[in-house]
Each structure stands twice: as C-alpha cells, then as structure tokens.
C-alpha cells in the first residue's frame, strides 16, 4: 500500500514518504517570501534540516534558521526567536521538528505580532480572545518525530523557566496552515527518542480513549490510534528504516493529538511534574507510569477496555490489554520503574499538588485526591 495522501483534516495535511519536496511549494501557498525555519538545538546540524534550508534555498526563499531551543523550550527561547523573527523581516514560520521544534515555531509565529505577555494566552475558557489575530504569521509544520502530534494541533507548550511548570498556550491560529507529514525524516531518530515519542502517541490515543466525556469521533480516532501503534511501534524499534511502519507512526501520532481534545488522564498528570523536577522524556515518562494508570482506573474503564481489546485483536478483555501493555513496555526496553529514570520519592510532595493542578487531571475516569495521587506516584517510582 502506498502510504501517500492529501487530507484537509484537521487542516491542509500532505502526507507521504519524500513530501518534503514539496516545502518551498507549501511555504508560497501559504503566503511567504521569507520563512524563518524554527527548530531545536539538536536538530539544527542534522543533514535533513540542510536539506530543508536547501529547498527554501533554491526557490528563493532564503535560508533563515532559527535553532536556540531547549528540549522543553521555555519563554527564554521564544524572546530569542521573536527577536530572530523580527530582524531578518520574515513572513512566516516553518516549524520543524518534535514536539519542541514545532512549539517554539508555532508560538513564535503567534506572539511576534502580539503586545500581551505570552501567559496571557494560557488555554483557560477564552483567553485567546485578547490575541490580535490579524497579526499571526502563517505556519508551515514539518514533524521529525511521530509523538505529540502538535503538528496538527492548536497549542503550543511552554516551559516556566522559573517555576518548571509547563503552561498550554493556545490560539485557533496557531494551527499551521499547512503540515508536511514526511516518515523519511523519522528514520534517524535515535532509538529512546522513537520509542519515546511513539508511547506518547500511544498515550494521547488511550487517555482520550478513556476520558469519560462525550466526544463519539475523537473516540474512534483514539481507537484507531491504538492499534496503529500496537502494530508500527514495535516494527519501527526494530526496524529504523520500515517506512511503511514510519509512516503509521506519524499517522497515529497526528491522530491522538486531534483524539485528546476529548480529554487526557492521569498518566499525563503525573508525567508533568516529573518530566518538570527531573527533565524526564515526556513520553518514556508516560510508557513507564501507564499500566499503574490503568490498574487504578480499573473500575471505571473495564468494559470499554475489552472493546478496544476487541478491535485490536487481543483475547481477554481488560486483562488482555493489560498485559499487551506490558509486553510492549518490555520489548521496547522501558523501563518499569521512574527511579531508573532517576526520579526519587523526596519531592512527592511537591508533585501530588502539580499533579492535582493539572489540567489533565479532570480528564481521569475516577478522581485524583491527594490520597490515591500520592498511592499512584508511591507504585511509578
Ligand atoms: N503541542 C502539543 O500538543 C504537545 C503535545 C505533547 C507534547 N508537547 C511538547 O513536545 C515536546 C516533546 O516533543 P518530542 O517528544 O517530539 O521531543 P523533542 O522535540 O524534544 O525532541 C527530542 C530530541 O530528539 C531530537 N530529534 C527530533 N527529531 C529527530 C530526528 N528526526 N532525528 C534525530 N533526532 C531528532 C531532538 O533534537 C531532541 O534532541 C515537549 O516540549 C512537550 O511539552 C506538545
Ligand atoms: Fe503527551
């Protein structure tokens, strides 16, 4: 099967191996003359960036690279873009990435044209309202890993580097005009990163699977979702260079990120402060505190579990499930603990309260209290 398709859903996607191509064709649909491609420190040597920068390049578009972005990048990091942004003049930004690449890019096309401090446009109620939106740039984005799916999502995460704790910023504008979905630029991600981000994908897809609200289309995405992953991640782990797998990957990725608007749980809500306090892999940080999430939503989640079972063709309902998520945790080398993570029991405190604060933690199916929050951490780490 060929894995190549153009959807319009949640917003102009091109999807296929060596799409990529097409970046400069992309950048002048949406409007620009002089994008500003925004990426990661890590990234920014890599030969798919050069090859990036040549393709803007050689239609005339420049070669304008933005990469002071941390891992988690923070308000630091989006000053110094917005600065980069505004002195070379540019029109538009390519965001280009993970998760960290493609955040820092959308939100530096958001905020260079906004008066307000960032953390006025927190996603609470309507807040994005005070945003001018006129004066958004357009963005083109192009994920480099298959996990948070911000690729095709409407927010971008920021880092407090003060407190460490990770605010949601969103804007309907912030979702890119036109995403570049390419599994080639997946291939050279070192193995933890693979595996890492592709567990958040997973992630996204149960938590909005098993979020209690009424949301009948992101549920069969989520669904979906799932068993994309069940059948890819595996394969790609092994196999870095199955671009088929690659290809599904990316897929289940943009799908739990249109999935989660229906809700997230409690494995994000732990997975926050530790991924704040101790610099954690966000979504090795979900691999390893999942089947204690599910243990301890049991009660409420069983019967919905054995559907999903079902359609991924696993035998024994819940317990089936269960089990294949240990299995997968096991063969994909995480680890079962967060202390080999080198996260330790002296701020459990301090992360039951982030924990609970949360803005994921409404989204559990039973309630967090401080009480079964600090059970669940006591059992992670
Ligand atoms: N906007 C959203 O909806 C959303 C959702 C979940 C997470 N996030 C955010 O996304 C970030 C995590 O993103 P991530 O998990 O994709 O990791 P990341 O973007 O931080 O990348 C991890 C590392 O992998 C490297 N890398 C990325 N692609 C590569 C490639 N193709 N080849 C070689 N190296 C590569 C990067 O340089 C970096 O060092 C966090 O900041 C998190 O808060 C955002
Ligand atoms: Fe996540």
Redesign the pocket.
């Known amino acids: 099967m060929s894995l190549t398709a153009n959807w319009s859903y949640p917003t102009s996607v091109r999807f296929g191996a060596g799409r990529i191509s097409e970046l400069a064709e992309a950048c002048k649909v949406a409007g620009m003359t002089r994008p500003l491609l925004v990426t990661?420190r890590?990234?920014a040597p890599?030969p798919?960036t050069t090859k990036a920068l040549d393709l803007l390049d050689t239609a005339g578009l420049g070669r304008a690279i933005f990469a002071e972005v941390d891992?988690?990048?923070n308000e630091k990091n989006l000053a110094a873009g917005i600065e980069a942004f505004k002195e070379g003049g540019h029109d538009g930004v390519v965001a280009f990435?993970?998760?960290?690449?493609l955040?820092l890019g959308k939100l530096v096309a958001f905020m260079a044209g906004q008066t307000l401090p960032v953390w006025e446009f927190e996603d609470i109620g309507d807040l994005w309202t005070r945003a001018d939106s006129a004066a958004i740039a357009p963005i083109i984005a192009v994920p480099?890993?298959a996990?948070?799916?911000?690729e095709v999502?409407r927010?971008?995460?920021l880092t407090n580097s003060e407190t460490h704790v990770?605010k949601i910023i969103f804007h309907p504008k912030m979702l890119p005009a036109i995403t570049i979905c390419d599994p080639e630029?997946?291939v050279?991600?070192?193995k933890a990163?693979t595996v890492?981000?592709g567990m958040?994908a997973f992630a996204h897809c149960l938590e909005a699977y098993c979020a209690p609200s009424y949301h009948p289309m992101s549920h069969g995405i989520a669904l979906e979702g799932m068993r994309l992953v069940r059948e890819n991640l595996p394969k790609v782990s092994a196999t870095p260079d199955d671009i088929e797998a690659r290809g599904h990957m990316m897929s289940a990725a943009a799908m739990g990120?249109v999935a989660f608007q229906k809700g997230l749980g409690a494995v994000h809500s732990l997975s926050h402060p530790v991924g704040a306090l101790y610099n954690t892999?966000?979504?090795m940080t979900n691999a390893v505190v999942m089947p204690a999430v599910l243990r301890f939503n049991r009660p409420a989640i069983e019967a919905r579990m054995a559907q999903a079972a079902a359609y991924m063709g696993i035998s024994g309902g819940f317990d089936g499930f269960y089990d294949f998520v240990l299995k997968l945790r096991a063969e994909l080398g995480v680890p079962e603990r967060l202390s080999e993570l080198g996260v330790a029991t002296d701020r459990i405190d301090e992360m039951v309260e982030m924990a609970l604060q949360d803005p994921t933690a409404g989204g559990n199916p039973v309630k967090l209290d401080r009480e079964n929050t600090r059970a669940l951490f006591e059992a992670v780490i």
């Open positions: 990661d890590g990234l890599l798919i891992p988690n990048p990435g993970g998760g960290s690449g955040d480099t890993t996990g948070t799916g911000s999502g927010a971008g995460v990770k630029l997946t050279g991600m070192p990163i890492g981000t958040d990120a892999h966000h979504g």
